[in-house]
């Protein structure tokens, strides 16, 4: 049966979860492999995941994805036995293993054939037939001095951690507990659950109580002594017995653990597209909850404050409450930690560092931040092109680095945090940092700028840098398979403007570069300030709002040609919404009203004429032909027989007017 032969929707959304555990799991054994400690939990979990994912594929009889997890599964069994070792080249195999799965889960989507895994499967084969063999080695009964009833009921995988902890030289213990029937199971997983927090448990194996209980027989490898290990147990019938080593070569000297790492999950999923068509059904009520209000106002106008007029207030806050309420809770399910897609990014910094052949750890911050889900998959393209970049422009070439004085490993760090309705996501390199110098030579070769341009490489260092983000702006002279085609930073800016986003850049010569995006933590619902300019409505999303302020013509300066207003001790250039749109200005009227928008030194003064009310809107798209119009994000209705308002892109604005300094200059 072909792949498209039966519904995928369920696969794909199931598969996608199962893959993003094998990814956590995937960056838990980098780490633990890079401090020289793997945690068997760690490589159980990864197990699991990919045996998970075989059965979801068999299941929905997709060959190829069903073949390569069933190899993988294969490799991760002699993995976590101790057959094979986990080495730099099998890590390698097991990342692009689960990469490709992804692949084939995108391509489970679609018509589109199936990738070919021949070549991976023979990597893990290969891996396979690499593993030591264990001729010579001692039996475990040679080692320690345990029960041989215990030794002989040990599974292969338990047999396997036991030698493990001998390796180790861990402290081994025997423990007996004894438990009541009646609260037995949750008696013993409180134990287990305690000794984990201490050390490891081999195996667990019940024995037949005295009287109407049920005893258990455990075995715990650890770093701790007895002491401490008793310390640690709160149920009153354990006795604790240490096991000696046969061959007494225990080290006295304890070694660190690595905490285990546990995940518990207890949602349900839910299609984002469904959570959609509720935010737009909750868009509408607020529109009639609007439309409620004005009948209210009216109504109090003709008879007031008393009877019918008080009643439709009343229930109209409480309908206000309770709408605000569930909006919140859509939102929240919507809401999902950026850390899904930056495991997604760890491994493919791994595939491109290889490929350039460049030493680049990656460094993630900020995980649990959340976003709502789609602002989430529409932003890995853009943090993909910043951290691609950074690899191949940024990070130099470890002889380079030794050469400069620095670690030979390259550091990319990339940074999420919550600053209140917005969040702020930092890529950040180590590298050699942005020369603005080669940047405005580039310009000039390319006929961006004339060669008078005028631009001074600190006074205008801003626009200079913001050159890269034009299309098919490369400082690259060749061609390479990460970068240097000159596309890409200018998909990075107008990706992020799509999300109502902004980009600046940081750089250092010779240290490193930063490039900080700040966007809104939702597009779905939005508060809105809607201002009057040249007799029409637009809205103006309140999150980019920093100042609003009454001024008047004479408070106007112009310089160069352009309108700007000192706001205390800066100069902030002005943008006139009804002279951009063409619209009739009211000038009977010197006061108006400057709206600051921006963030930073990106600030700019919106003139509108009036201020009419703060709104909570659901902002809709315009369409293909008109969604290509600067200045305009969209469109959102009032519910108060007004039409259609625009949304202002307050990001487009602020990009046309502060580069227009730089237009006029080339003209």
């Known amino acids: 049966m072909s792949k498209t032969d039966r519904p995928i929707k369920e696969f794909l959304a199931e598969a996608e979860d199962i893959l993003e555990s094998a990814n956590q799991a995937l960056l838990a054994l980098d780490s633990g492999q890079a401090a020289g400690r793997i945690d068997p939990d760690t490589v159980n979990s990864l197990f699991r995941a990919i045996h998970s994912f075989k059965g979801l594929a068999g299941m929905f009889e997709l060959k190829e994805p069903s073949e390569l997890s069933h190899k993988l599964e294969f490799l991760l069994d002699e993995l976590r036995l101790g057959k094979v070792g986990l080495g730099r080249e099998a890590f390698d195999v097991l990342a692009d293993t689960v990469a490709q799965l992804g692949r084939l889960v995108q391509q489970a989507g679609t018509s589109q054939p199936f990738e070919e895994v021949t070549e991976t499967r023979e990597r893990i084969d290969g891996i396979l037939r690499a593993k030591p063999s264990a001729a010579g080695e001692r039996t475990l009964a040679e080692q320690i001095s345990l029960d041989r ?35 037995f199971e949750t008696a013993i997983k409180d134990l287990n659950a305690a000794l984990k927090k201490h050390g490891e448990i081999i195996c667990t194996l019940p024995t037949a109580g005295g009287g109407a209980g049920i005893s258990f027989t455990i075995v715990v490898g650890t770093t701790e002594d007895r002491a401490a290990l008793a310390a640690a147990i709160t149920a009153p019938r354990v006795s604790i017995e240490k096991i000696a080593y046969a061959d007494s070569r225990k080290s006295e000297e304890p ?34 909850k609007n439309v409620i209000g004005r009948i209210g106002k009216e109504l109090r106008a003709l008879q007031g404050f008393t009877g019918v007029s008080a009643d439709l207030h009343k229930a109209h806050r409480s309908l206000e409450r309770r709408l605000n309420e569930l909006q919140e809770g859509i939102l929240e399910v919507r809401m999902v930690p950026i850390g899904q897609i930056f495991t997604r990014l760890s491994q493919m910094v791994r595939k491109y560092a290889k490929e350039a052949g460049k030493e680049i750890e990656l460094e993630l911050q900020g995980e649990e931040t959340e976003l709502d889900k789609l602002m989430i998959e529409d932003l890995a393209d853009p943090l993909m092109h910043l951290i691609r970049n950074a690899i ?172 700007v207003m000192a706001v205390r001790e800066d100069t902030v250039p002005l943008l006139r919404v009804a002279k951009v749109f063409n619209l009739a200005v009211n000038h009977r009227r010197g006061a108006f009203y400057v709206i600051l928008v921006g963030l930073a030194e990106r600030r700019l003064g919106i003139i509108v004429e009036n201020l009419r009310d703060q709104q909570e809107i659901v902002i809709k798209p315009l369409g293909k032909r008109l969604s290509d119009i600067p200045g305009i994000s969209g469109a959102t209705e009032l519910g108060d027989r007004k039409g259609v308002v625009l949304v202002l892109d307050v990001e487009s604005l602020i990009e046309g007017t502060l580069k227009k300094t730089v237009v006029s200059t080339i003209k």
């Open 149 to 183: 009833g215990i030794l002989q009921v040990l599974t292969e995988y338990e047999e396997h951690r036991l030698r493990e902890c001998i390796r180790e030289q861990k402290n081994f213990f025997l423990l007996k507990a004894d438990f009541d029937l009646s609260d």
């Open 392 to 563: 191949d422009h940024g990070i130099e070439f470890p002889d380079d680095r030794r050469r400069l004085g620095k670690p030979e490993q390259g550091t990319v760090r990339l940074t999420a945090s919550p600053r209140g309705n917005r969040v702020v996501i930092t890529i950040e390199d180590d590298g050699g940092g942005i020369d603005a110098a080669k940047i405005l030579a580039k310009g000039v070769e390319k006929g961006l700028l004339p060669p008078n341009h005028g631009l001074d490489l600190e006074r205008d260092r801003k626009d200079i840098l913001d050159l890269i983000f034009l299309p098919g702006f490369t400082t690259r002279e060749t061609v390479t398979e990460l970068s240097g085609r000159g596309v890409g930073m200018d998909v990075v800016k107008r990706n992020v403007s799509k999300l109502s986003g902004m980009i600046d850049i940081l750089t250092e010569p010779g240290q490193g570069t930063v490039f900080t995006l700040t966007l809104p933590i939702t597009l779905a619902i939005i508060k809105a300030l809607i201002v009057e300019a040249g007799g029409q409505l637009f809205a103006i999303p309140l999150g980019s709002v920093l100042e609003i302020l009454q001024s008047s013509s004479d408070q106007v300066e112009t310089v160069e040609g352009r309108e």
């Open 255 to 288: 070694k660190a653990e690595a905490g285990a790492l546990r995940s518990v999950s207890n949602t349900v999923r839910v299609d984002i597209y469904k959570l959609d068509n509720l935010m737009n059904i909750v868009g509408e009520m607020h529109l009639l």
